[in-house]
């Protein structure tokens, strides 16, 4: 059993897991069926989307970045530690592949905003 | 008013010479300001002018690098550059007017707002109607009164927000956090993905200020602790802090002697609470509400002064940047509205309440025949007869404060001085319920709002009492 917060949406539903004998899992707490899906998740592979920046190289402003998808929580850290020695380039649009597929996840990096 | 009058009142003031005329004058470029101006100029002002005292638009959105904006409004997850960037477009698209490194000094109750620019110099514009939408900033550590030395290292956490998002500067390695309300939080895994080891979480409270889902995906997921009812009790360090006291708080707020503990850090950062920035509103005489920190404002988000109108952070602090806009939205219709108003055109026909009155005597000059035949509701006179919103017990206040017709429907934000679960909020006058919800639990980090339908706001006899009712624990 595992007691856990929903972290889709601002609500935040006080989430309880149960795994019976058979693997299966049922979830109460939730207010929404994508409460369900997280609760699921955060049992068996548990993902995050990463946010993060890049250097620019010809700006005195960072490039903000995300994952297009989540990826494995455990993999966060390395995959920020990545992005800390990744440079871009104006001008740069919103969506425009940064990294491609970081750390085998199969999420790019994409840009989070125009940059000029 | 025609421009001739502006110039003799103007004559004898120390500000800029007034040199432009504008419909609609919005100050700030954030959320708040950026949907005001995209629902003005939809609702037929398209005279328009943003003034932002950065060198882009966006506001605070710029640095909030993570996700979790637009749920609302856009049905899907977004990072703050993202959710400005749908705006900034807009605004683009739209052409309507912005100067961006404009910083506003002055604004007058008769709508003489004054701004400086490197390349303008000092400009005074004549507003037909202005937006208040400054934003707000963050209790600072003298605002906390917080002991100790005054080395370097002590930052908000907005402005190391700042410095790591925007800037690329990381303001330390070893961190601690006064304030667990949601900028602290983020900046928690913020700083830790950025490879800072972040000590501890203090909040002076026993609950947390952020929402329960950065809990959990910033602290928890980086086994980061929240220390709840814990306060820093001093700074140490000459230079550069080198570390701090924190202590356990009893009921009161506290420090329990004997509790004392001693963190290593080289860095602390503060997030404990924001504050409406309304320097500009009081130059314009703007009355503000003491629990808010905002204008008082009416269900058209008008304040005190006539034509002055405030949205976003600068009216009251929000939790979520959906309903920035929303408030930005209302306050871009009224805006326009009292624009058309004083413009003498008719106003739509759906802002006519039952109740209209019939003219306009602040501005009669302006307001032609066919106005007053289409029976106008004029906001002098709709706001003299306006029903006051009362909060009572845990409802600690209100946006709107007044409301100034029954013709439409009328949302009304409040936040709580206490949690409560299995509530019901009621909004009631005289004896007349009008309109009741159950709620599962309310917090006092989280805005609630209800809705009151305007054929039940109708049938209101003087004030609208808004309070809750708890469940009987059994």
Known sequence: MADMTCIICPVGCSLTALKDENGVIKVTGNACPRGAKYAEAELTNPVRTLTDIVKLTNRDVMLSVKSNAPIPKSLLLEAAAILSTVNAAAPVKTGDVIVKDILGTGADIVATKDVD | MERSDIMTTNESCVTAPVTKKVDVVIIGGGPAGMAAAVSAYKSGVTDILILERDERLGGILN????????????????????????????????????????????????????????????????????????????????????????????????????????????????????????????????????????????????????????????????????????????????????????????????????????????????????????????????????????????????????????????????????????????????????????????????????????????????????????????????????IAVVPEGIVRYSVPMTITQTARDVKIFFRVSRSASDVTVTAASGNEVLCSVRKKRVAPGEMENITIKADRLKTAAGEIRLFITEKEVS
């Not at chain 2, 306050?331 to 326009?336: E, H, R, T």
């Open chain 2, 63 to 386: 640095q909030c690098i993570h996700q979790g904006f637009g749920l609302h409004k856009f049905k899907e997850e977004l990072t703050g550059p993202e959710y400005a960037g749908r705006y900034i477009k807009e605004v683009l698209e739209l052409g309507i007017p912005f100067k961006t490194g404009a910083m506003v000094t002055d604004v007058t109750a008769d709508r003489i707002v004054t701004y400086k620019s490197e390349d303008e110099g000092e400009v005074s514009i004549v507003a037909g109607a202005v937006i208040l939408a400054m934003g707000a900033r963050e209790r600072s550590r003298g605002q906390l009164n917080i002991p100790g030395t005054r080395p370097q290292g002590v930052y908000t956490a907005g402005t190391a927000q700042r410095y790591v998002n925007v800037k690329g500067y990381m303001p330390g390695r070893r961190i601690v956090i006064l304030g667990s309300g949601d900028i602290g939080l983020i900046m928690a895994r913020r700083m830790t993905l950025e490879g800072a080891k972040v000590m501890a979480v203090c909040e002076l409270m026993p609950y947390s200020g952020g929402l329960a889902r950065n809990i959990a995906q910033c602290l928890n997921d980086f086994d980061i602790p929240l220390l709840l009812s814990h306060t820093v009790t001093d700074i140490h360090g000459k230079k550069r802090i080198t570390g701090v006291t924190i202590s356990a708080v009893d009921g009161n707020r506290n420090p329990i002697p004997g509790t004392e503990q001693y963190i290593e850090c080289d860095t602390l950062l503060l997030s404990c609470g924001l504050l409406p920035e309304n320097e500009l509103s009081k130059k314009a005489g703007v009355a503000l509400s003491p629990v808010t920190g905002g204008a008082i404002v009416n269900d058209r988000r008008e304040t005190s002064v006539p034509g002055i109108f405030s949205c976003g952070n600068v009216l009251h602090i929000h939790d979520l940047v959906d309903y920035v806009s929303d408030e930005g939205e209302l306050c871009g219709i009224f805006a326009s509205e009292f624009v058309k108003d004083n413009r003498g055109t008719n106003r739509p026909s759906e802002a006519v309440s039952s109740e209209a009155v019939k003219s306009d005597e602040a501005s009669s000059e302006a307001v032609t025949s066919e106005a007053v035949k289409s029976e106008a509701v004029t906001y002098e006179e709709a706001s003299s007869g306006a």
